[in-house]
Every structure is written in C-alpha cells, then in structure tokens.
C-alpha cells in the first residue's frame, strides 16, 4: 500500500501502479484482518473492482477527474449509498438500502473514488468506542484488546490497518477525532456547514459534520477539497468562499501565537498523554511559535450542555423510524404497539438511553432549565472562543484524555465513556474546525493524538499549523497487531 493517497495519486498519474493493483492490496489487507478487527459491515468486492477498472481506462484515455481518482476508499455506514446496504450501525435499519447517495458519495464518485465498503459504528453515531453497534464491536489494529474509539471506529480503524487509504467518518462530538487519536492517524472535523450533510443519517443535527480519516495531514487537506463546498439539498450548508486547505501546508509555523488550552489538562489526563503533548509543544516553540496559555473556563460544563442538545436533537430525529415507513417492522395489534414494539426491538441501550434523555429535556416543565440553559452555554462557549481567537491563531490539547483503552471497560459506567470526548465536544459546540495528528506512542506502544483548532473557515492555518506537527513528530504508521495478522 502506498504511503497515502498523496504517494498513491502520484504512482497512479505516472503508470507505477493501477488503480486495480491499489485495490487489491486494500481488499487484501481486509481479508487478512476483518476477522480481527470487524472493521467493515459491507466489503464491495464486486463493485469497487468495477470502479477501479474504469479508473485504470480513465487514466489509459488521458483522463484525470481528480486526486482521489483510483484511491480506495471507505464510508461510515451513516453515509447514504445507492444500491448498498446502509444501516447506521443499527439493527432497526437492517437491509435498508437507499436509492440514492449522500452528496459528499457522489463527490466522491464523481472524482473517480474507488469505494471498498461500509464501515462499523456505535449505533445511529452514539458512543466512543464503537461497542454500541447492533453488529459487534470493532477492535484496534494497534492491539485487539482495545476499543479503536468511536463514533467512527471502523473507518479509523480500516485507514490505520490499510485497508483504504480515506475513509470517511461524522463527528458530531469528536467521532472523527477520538478515534483517529485512538489508532494513530489524521482524522479532521471541518467547520460545520462547509460539508453537505444531505444524505448523512441524523443523530444532532446542529451538530454533526462529515470529515475525513487519513495517514497524513497532506492527504486530508485534499480529500477535504474534494468532499467540501455549497450542496443546495442542505439548508445549513455554507454558500461563501471556501478556503485552500492544501495552500499552507509548506509555510511552517514561525510567527504564529498558538493558545495552549489550560481547561484540557490535569486531573483525567494519562501521563503519557501530557509527556507527549508538552514534548510536542516545546518542538513547536523551536519551530518559532509563541505558546498562549489560555483559559475557557465554558470548556468544563460543554460536556453537560451537549449531552442535552444531542439527545434532545436525536429523539427528534430517530422519531422517522417507527416501523411503517422503512426498516425494521415488528407487527403489533394498534399502530401505536407497532411502533413501540419495533424501536424496542431495534434500538439498542444506547440509543435508547440518549432518546429518553432527550425527550426528557425537552418536555413541558424542563425545556428552559434544561435545554434552554444548555444553549445558553454553547452561546457562552462560542462566545469563549471568538475571545480566544482575539489573542491567538489557533488552540491546541490532547485530542483524548487517554490512549485506546481496554474493550468492555466503559461500557457499564456512561458518564466515564462519555468523557472519553471532553476534549473534542467544545468545537463541535461551536460549530469550528478542529483535527486530531498522532505524534506518538505511549509506553504501552498505543498512539497519541495532539489537536489543532481552528476559528470558523480557519481550515488553512489549521493545516499549516497541523503539517508543522506532523514534521515535528515524524510519527509512522505501524499498527502492531495489523503486523501480526500480516
């Protein structure tokens, strides 16, 4: 497998390799390790092998629709598919198969992406560590003991394991990020509006975003550019100029103030986890950056403020599944026991927990103390922000609390997996870019994430700053239990 699809595009345009080739190594890969990892839901064999040939006539004719042009690639199974089982993680859209495709698929398509399969997830995107999906837990190719992260743990997974050199995850409280951190790859979060979320199964709405998962920095700034841009089919996406994310990533960091964010540290936070991202920033400070220490002190409750929005959005949103329309349809003797019988059947704990939750919320009586009070303080969160960005170009943390832990130890205590997310929670808040580069290994040998954020449509110092991290770390990609399996 090339180094990413950077190196890939550049053997592909100069006859090295094919785009079949390319393929074959992914499916390979997969084969040797989804009975491991159960990283995948749905492989295409047939149908990306279809794709793959067309690319490989494309570029024998001379055409050439784009970098991700022959690049394998794959897609949280919340994305929308034409023709391909789509179930969100959840036993309630079991044998869904939609009839069209999420923008962000036909972007790909359209540039001549090579789509290998549908990746796990914690049901409807609710959870951290991918133990919630109706089909099994995914595990992580670093060690298959440990949880690769979640929301979006199966498209981390495959991306650090090679079985596709993008995938594509939603991150509605750091579902890219997390994981990304979690497996030892590049997983970015872009501001929220710029990537259509048509076709994107719904958990928050106000919330979620779709980004990518990558090997480097270089390869997420241009599977950015492809997937980004005005959709009319969305009425929250952003119809402005759109930034080069690719533009910086040469420039280095010498000038720029970088805010260290005081809340995100301390207590909760791994040893090795601080060892490695006060090393990163002392390298950052060689590389002619003036550190910030900076204090948002609406930091320490977004977590309570966002476990009301999401769940009060998502009991609006998963009030579609009700059995009569599509998916699951468990017969009862009233309409009414009909619905009640299916979402029993098929949704999960989870879900279930975060629905009643919302509902909750927003009943008569609770709205303005709970909900309302909780948009308040995104208000002050972004309000913390904007004060923030006054004083520096970007901020940085850990992008977890700790590195991938043990499979099964949070999934009896809620309130410890949900805080598997407090670093990433406070961007999506406020609707910001944020990514996530490995810059190491811990004494266990399982990869640290540093997060880089961003002010709204700032995706081109966020890259620059995240490529300096990158050089700075020289981190390789090198999953251990993947090499086993090899």
């Given at each position: 497998m090339a180094a990413g699809l950077a190196d890939a595009g550049r053997l592909l345009r100069s006859g090295e390799i094919t785009a079949t080739a390319l393929l074959?190594?992914?499916?390979?890969?997969?084969?040797?390790?989804?009975?491991?990892?159960?990283?995948?839901?749905?492989?295409?064999?047939?149908?990306?092998?279809?794709?793959?040939?067309?690319?490989?006539?494309?570029?024998?004719?001379?055409?050439?629709?784009?970098?991700?042009?022959?690049?394998?690639?794959?897609?949280?199974?919340?994305?929308?598919?034409?023709?391909?089982?789509?179930?969100?993680?959840?036993?309630?859209?079991?044998?869904?198969?939609?009839?069209?495709?999420?923008?962000?698929?036909?972007?790909?398509?359209?540039?001549?992406?090579?789509?290998?399969?549908?990746?796990?997830?914690?049901?409807?995107?609710?959870?951290?560590?991918?133990?919630?999906?109706?089909?099994?837990?995914?595990?992580?190719?670093?060690?298959?003991?440990?949880?690769?992260?979640?929301?979006?743990?199966?498209?981390?997974?495959?991306?650090?394991?090679?079985?596709?050199?993008?995938?594509?995850?939603?991150?509605?409280?750091?579902?890219?990020?997390?994981?990304?951190?979690?497996?030892?790859v590049v997983g970015m979060k872009p501001t929220y509006g710029t990537v259509s979320r048509y076709g994107l199964i719904a958990f928050a709405s106000s919330l979620d975003q779709i980004g990518p998962f990558t090997r480097t920095v270089e390869d997420s700034a241009i599977a950015l550019s492809t997937i980004w841009g005005h959709d009319p089919l969305d009425s929250t996406s952003y119809a402005g100029k759109y930034p080069d994310p690719v533009a910086g990533l040469e420039r280095g960091v010498d000038g720029l103030k970088v805010g260290i964010v005081t809340e995100l540290s301390g207590e909760g936070f791994e040893p090795g986890v601080e060892a490695a991202t006060g090393d990163m920033l002392g390298r950052l400070e060689k590389a002619g950056v003036q550190l910030v220490e900076v204090s948002l002190p609406t930091f320490e409750i977004a977590l309570s403020a966002y476990y009301l929005i999401a769940p009060a959005e998502a009991s609006s949103n998963l009030a579609r599944f009700d059995g009569i329309r599509y998916g699951l349809r468990v017969e009862g003797p009233t309409t009414e026991e009909l619905m009640a019988r299916t979402r029993a059947e098929g949704f999960g704990p989870e879900v279930t927990r975060r629905i009643l939750l919302g509902t909750y919320s927003l009943s008569a009586g609770y709205y303005d103390a709970f909900y309302g009070q909780a948009q308040r303080v995104r208000a002050?969160?972004?309000?913390?922000?904007?004060?923030?960005?006054?004083?520096?170009?970007?901020?940085?943390?850990?992008?977890?609390?700790?590195?991938?832990?043990?499979?099964?130890?949070?999934?009896?205590?809620?309130?410890?997996?949900?805080?598997?997310?407090?670093?990433?929670?406070?961007?999506?808040?406020?609707?910001?870019?944020?990514?996530?580069?490995?810059?190491?290994?811990?004494?266990?040998?399982?990869?640290?994430?540093?997060?880089?954020?961003?002010?709204?449509?700032?995706?081109?110092?966020?890259?620059?700053?995240?490529?300096?991290?990158?050089?700075?770390?020289?981190?390789?990609?090198?999953?251990?239990?993947?090499?086993?399996?090899?």
């Amino acid at each position: 497998m090339a180094a990413g699809l950077a190196d890939a595009g550049r053997l592909l345009r100069s006859g090295e390799i094919t785009a079949t080739a390319l393929l074959e190594e992914a499916l390979g890969t997969a084969s040797r390790t989804e009975a491991q990892l159960h990283a995948f839901l749905t492989i295409d064999s047939e149908g990306a092998r279809e794709a793959a040939a067309q690319a490989d006539a494309d570029f024998a004719d001379g055409v050439d629709f784009g970098p991700l042009h022959g690049i394998p690639v794959a897609l949280k199974d919340n994305l929308c598919t034409r023709g391909l089982e789509t179930t969100a993680g959840s036993q309630i859209l079991a044998g869904y198969v939609p009839p069209y495709d999420a923008t962000v698929v036909e972007r790909l398509r359209h540039g001549g992406a090579v789509i290998v399969g549908k990746t796990n997830l914690d049901e409807f995107a609710m959870g951290s560590s991918t133990e919630n999906s109706a089909y099994g837990p995914t595990y992580n190719p670093w060690d298959l003991s440990r949880v690769p992260g979640g929301s979006s743990g199966g498209s981390a997974a495959v991306v650090a394991a090679g079985s596709a050199l993008l995938g594509l995850g939603s991150d509605t409280g750091g579902s890219i990020r997390q994981p990304a951190s979690l497996c030892g790859v590049v997983g970015m979060k872009p501001t929220y509006g710029t990537v259509s979320r048509y076709g994107l199964i719904a958990f928050a709405s106000s919330l979620d975003q779709i980004g990518p998962f990558t090997r480097t920095v270089e390869d997420s700034a241009i599977a950015l550019s492809t997937i980004w841009g005005h959709d009319p089919l969305d009425s929250t996406s952003y119809a402005g100029k759109y930034p080069d994310p690719v533009a910086g990533l040469e420039r280095g960091v010498d000038g720029l103030k970088v805010g260290i964010v005081t809340e995100l540290s301390g207590e909760g936070f791994e040893p090795g986890v601080e060892a490695a991202t006060g090393d990163m920033l002392g390298r950052l400070e060689k590389a002619g950056v003036q550190l910030v220490e900076v204090s948002l002190p609406t930091f320490e409750i977004a977590l309570s403020a966002y476990y009301l929005i999401a769940p009060a959005e998502a009991s609006s949103n998963l009030a579609r599944f009700d059995g009569i329309r599509y998916g699951l349809r468990v017969e009862g003797p009233t309409t009414e026991e009909l619905m009640a019988r299916t979402r029993a059947e098929g949704f999960g704990p989870e879900v279930t927990r975060r629905i009643l939750l919302g509902t909750y919320s927003l009943s008569a009586g609770y709205y303005d103390a709970f909900y309302g009070q909780a948009q308040r303080v995104r208000a002050a969160i972004q309000e913390d922000f904007a004060r923030a960005y006054d004083l520096v170009d970007v901020l940085v943390s850990p992008t977890s609390p700790t590195v991938a832990f043990e499979a099964g130890a949070r999934t009896s205590d809620p309130l410890a997996m949900y805080l598997s997310d407090i670093c990433n929670i406070p961007a999506n808040m406020a609707g910001h870019p944020a990514m996530t580069v490995p810059i190491g290994l811990d004494d266990s040998g399982l990869p640290i994430g540093f997060q880089v954020m961003a002010p709204p449509l700032g995706e081109q110092i966020m890259y620059q700053v995240a490529a300096e991290v990158e050089r700075q770390a020289a981190f390789v990609i090198a999953p251990t239990a993947v090499q086993v399996a090899r």
